[in-house]
């Protein structure tokens, strides 16, 4: 499998347009990740080094075809001293499958507060799931992201609401040490924020069959961290129903401090008998 370096490793092949890799993949279609997070990198190529991406909006038109590469156009909308403003189409066969709004802002100073983070296990308490031989979906999510490491909270372990319809809480972070530039790792987080979240859907729906799907994903960057340490992602989904749910989540690092927030809408219809 592609490691993240090479996956956000874009070539640019003329003014604002750039391409992506195609990557090994067990995945039927391109991981929505790894396209939002293209086209985040797409966007960050053509704005100024002080101006920093604070927020992103996605949808996924079309299922991506993970042994073609896909090409990223980016559009120019607006250029201020404080905001600007950028729009990617990504482009498989001259068709669009994923647009992207990125907005980028330069730092200041403002009122400051945040939730606190739910009070949950070190991850170093929680198994690795390379240790876990009985479980069919995590080998496969280690065959296809071995360079992640997860550590889910058990449900018994959460700080958890009787509020909440769904809800799963999970610290991951990559296992290799990443390049030191900032917005390398705030376009990996752009990856990595697709993985597990609409499975926050089908907690309680444990023996329903299910199809599911990005539809589309929205985050928001708050303040500074780091890719390769662990970030205590805590999901929820209010809703579900109509064959859709919406998922949001807020990720923290391990000093308590809230770091993006996520929200996202995916497909959960009954699977169809064929």
Excluded at 58 to 80: A, K, S
Excluded at 109 to 124: L, Y
Excluded at 126 to 140: H, K, N, Q, S
Excluded at 197 to 205: C, E, F, M, T, W
Aim: glycine letters at 6%; a negative charge; proline letters at 5%.
């Amino acid at each position: 499998m592609a490691k993240i370096e090479q996956i956000l490793a874009l070539e640019q092949i003329e003014n604002d347009i750039f391409r992506g890799i195609a990557t090994e993949t067990l995945l039927p279609r391109t991981f929505g990740g790894q396209v939002a997070a293209q086209a985040l990198v797409s966007a960050v190529r053509t704005v100024e080094p002080d101006h920093l991406v604070h927020s992103l909006h996605g949808y996924f038109l079309r299922p991506g075809n993970p042994t073609m590469q896909i090409v990223y156009l980016v559009d120019r909308i607006r250029d201020g001293r404080s905001f600007c403003t950028r729009r990617v189409t990504a482009v498989q066969d001259g068709k669009a499958i994923f647009t992207m709004s990125a907005s980028f802002h330069v730092r200041d100073e403002g009122i400051e507060h945040q939730d606190t983070m739910p009070r949950v296990p070190d991850p170093e308490e929680l198994p690795d799931p390379e240790t876990v031989i009985d479980d069919a979906t995590l080998l496969w999510a280690k065959k296809e992201w071995a360079e992640w490491d997860f550590r889910f909270v058990p449900r018994d372990r959460m700080d958890s609401s009787s509020r909440m319809a769904a809800q799963q809480q999970l610290w991951f972070k990559s296992r290799e040490i990443l390049p030191d530039d900032p917005v390398f790792h705030v376009c990996t987080l752009a990856y990595m924020s697709d993985m597990t979240l609409l499975g926050s859907a089908s907690v309680g729906h444990d023996d329903e069959r299910t199809q599911g799907a990005s539809l589309d994903h929205a985050m928001w960057f708050l303040r500074p961290f780091r890719a390769d340490d662990w970030l205590l992602y805590d999901q929820t989904s209010p809703s579900a129903g109509l064959g859709r749910a919406l998922t949001q989540g807020r990720i923290f690092d391990r000093n308590g401090n809230m770091v993006a927030a996520v929200v996202q809408e995916g497909l959960t219809r009954y699977l169809r008998d064929s």
